[in-house]
């Protein structure tokens, strides 16, 4: 299999040369899932003044250990005026620390008199004190470029009152589903026929990713047609994406329909399943070149080429490490098998235990079985040549990520 390509070489060639997408400012209503563009600096402090941590009585901790009397109540949201010497001031939590306190005792812990509480013995200074500034100081940087806005960062930035951010635009993402036998979900099915399944799976990772499907196009076993659709594909879209046709068939007219219109980077690799994987560039009538990935047909091979493909070129374009490489982890196997001289990536399934964790392998690997996916938290990637028996130890890709 010497002039099959590894997986390493081909993310190289895929990335070579991608340059991030341009930006588009947007509401942070719409940005879960964008990808910054610019770094963001805090321009407020977070929290803005020095508030309760407890529901319970605001004092001066030199005044602890006897009776106060209750001089003001401090809700969350309202002013605290300076402290009356020797008082304390009933406070809730998020209330503002009135001047004058250093310290908070929870209610749990006074004796309460009509006005007066009894506040215990040796209440340290700054106890229940959530001190303003205490998670972002203003001038902090508070997210880089390059970050996925996900449910913290989102608060993060809303919590600097932030209304609109500056992301990488969507890479926008045409998706040609070749085959005479596919046919779309909705119409009846004739003898030979099969339902499109890669549109939608591969529709739901992309987007996943962070791309934007602008093209979803069925393209017939014809040469010139394939031609056609590529072509007028490449001049709106970042990336276009093929399914099927890319072996070696004389039906097969995606490859030598890319090599017209602009080339071939990589073909062929060692991985099982989707060894007939093409990548590649086409170049539009400015010149400019829209990247081409052609996935193999076989729904497990397009599934499994999406997340060690599709992923990182999408993360290239948007200038996001998170998504240029998959998170590993170390399991146990708890199956058996044999590689020949490709590289297997397998589905399984992982039990998180007290020992450790699990792989449990999908019972039918063969590439046409998109069952196996649908459980797969990881990707067992089990290297070429290599026979692996329960509990060996084997690496996996962790799949449970956007
Ligand atoms: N003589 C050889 N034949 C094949 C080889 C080879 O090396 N020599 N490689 C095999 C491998 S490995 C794969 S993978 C497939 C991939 O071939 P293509 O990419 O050209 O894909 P197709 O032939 O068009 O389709 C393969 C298979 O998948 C079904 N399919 C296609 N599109 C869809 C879709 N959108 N939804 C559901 N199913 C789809 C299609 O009907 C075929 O059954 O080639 C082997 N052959
Ligand atoms: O490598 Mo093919 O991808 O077996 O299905």
Redesign the pocket.
Known sequence: MADLQSVEAALAALVEGVEPLGNECISIAEAGGRVLSKDVTASLDVPPFDNSGMDGYALYHGDAGGWLSVSQRITAGSAATPLAPHTCARIFTGGEIPPGADCVVMQEKVEQRGERVWIPNDIPAGDNIRRRGRDVAAGDALLGAGERLEAAALGHLAGQGITELTVRRRPRVALL???D??IDPGQPLAPGQ?Y????PMLTRLLERFGAEIIQAVRVPDDPRETLRILAEAAEVADLVVT???????EE?HVKTAVEVLGRLDMWRLAIR????LALGRLIRHDLSEARFVGL????V?GFVGAWLFLRPLVGALLACPTLKTLPRLSARAAFTTTTGPRRHYMRVALAFTDQGITAHAFRDQN??VLSSCIHADALAVIPAETQVTPDDRIDCLWLRVD
Request: glycine residues 20%; neutral net charge.
């Open positions: 589903s070749t085959g036998e596919i099969l499109n399944s890669n549109r399914t099927g046709g890319v072996s070696v068939g097969d399943p989707g060894k007939p193999p047909g076989n729904p091979s590439p046409s």
